[in-house]
């Protein structure tokens, strides 16, 4: 059993500084802060909106979210980790959930939602963000999945501290 215990420790390591990482990309999106939002990236990092725009860099990520930041007011994020998997030896999956409150109001808009698969890679001892996927969660022709998805996410919104 304490063989066992060994070999899990680093993988658990690994899946709580992935978790970190993602928290930390929803945190910097949240304070408004382009730079905070694109640290966990890889440096040749790429974002896919939910409106399918596509940015490859983190210096690219955080130019175009200084302009978005600059030109309009955004949501606030609120995210669910639903699992991280460790796919090779340097690569793991994180799927997670996310609503946004719009910018001046208070409550989730379910057409917002959204299932967001990150890629990660370890590189030089370090996890980084390699591909996040941002993918509208509308679930045609099933509005109790909708429902339910957005009830969850405002559970994780009102156990977060304020």
């Given at each position: 059993?304490?063989?066992?215990?060994?070999?899990?420790?680093?993988?658990?390591?690994?899946?709580?500084?992935?978790?970190?990482?993602?928290?930390?990309?929803?945190?910097?999106?949240?304070?408004?802060?382009?730079?905070?939002?694109?640290?966990?990236?890889?440096?040749?990092?790429?974002?896919?909106?939910?409106?399918?725009?596509?940015?490859?860099?983190?210096?690219?990520?955080?130019?175009?979210?200084?302009?978005?930041?600059?030109?309009?007011?955004?949501?606030?994020y609120v995210g669910k980790v639903k699992?991280?998997?460790?796919?090779?030896?340097?690569?793991?999956?994180?799927?997670?959930?996310?609503g946004v409150v719009p910018a001046r109001?208070?409550?989730?808009?379910?057409?917002?939602?959204?299932?967001?698969?990150?890629?990660?890679?370890?590189?030089?001892?370090?996890?980084?963000?390699?591909?996040?996927?941002?993918?509208?969660?509308?679930?045609?022709?099933?509005?109790?999945?909708?429902?339910?998805?957005?009830?969850?996410?405002?559970?994780?919104?009102?156990?977060?501290?304020?």
């Amino acid at each position: 059993m304490a063989e066992a215990e060994r070999r899990s420790t680093p993988v658990q390591s690994a899946e709580d500084e992935i978790r970190a990482l993602y928290h930390a990309m929803i945190d910097g999106w949240n304070r408004r802060s382009a730079e905070g939002f694109a640290a966990p990236f890889a440096e040749d990092g790429e974002s896919i909106g939910f409106d399918g725009s596509q940015t490859v860099g983190q210096a690219n990520i955080v130019s175009d979210l200084q302009r978005i930041f600059a030109d309009h007011p955004t949501g606030t994020y609120v995210g669910k980790v639903k699992g991280v998997r460790l796919v090779a030896p340097h690569t793991a999956v994180l799927r997670a959930v996310a609503g946004v409150v719009p910018a001046r109001q208070t409550d989730l808009r379910p057409e917002l939602n959204s299932i967001q698969t990150v890629v990660f890679a370890e590189r030089d001892g370090q996890w980084r963000i390699v591909l996040l996927q941002n993918t509208p969660a509308q679930f045609h022709g099933r509005p109790e999945l909708i429902d339910a998805l957005t009830e969850e996410l405002r559970e994780v919104r009102q156990a977060e501290p304020l």
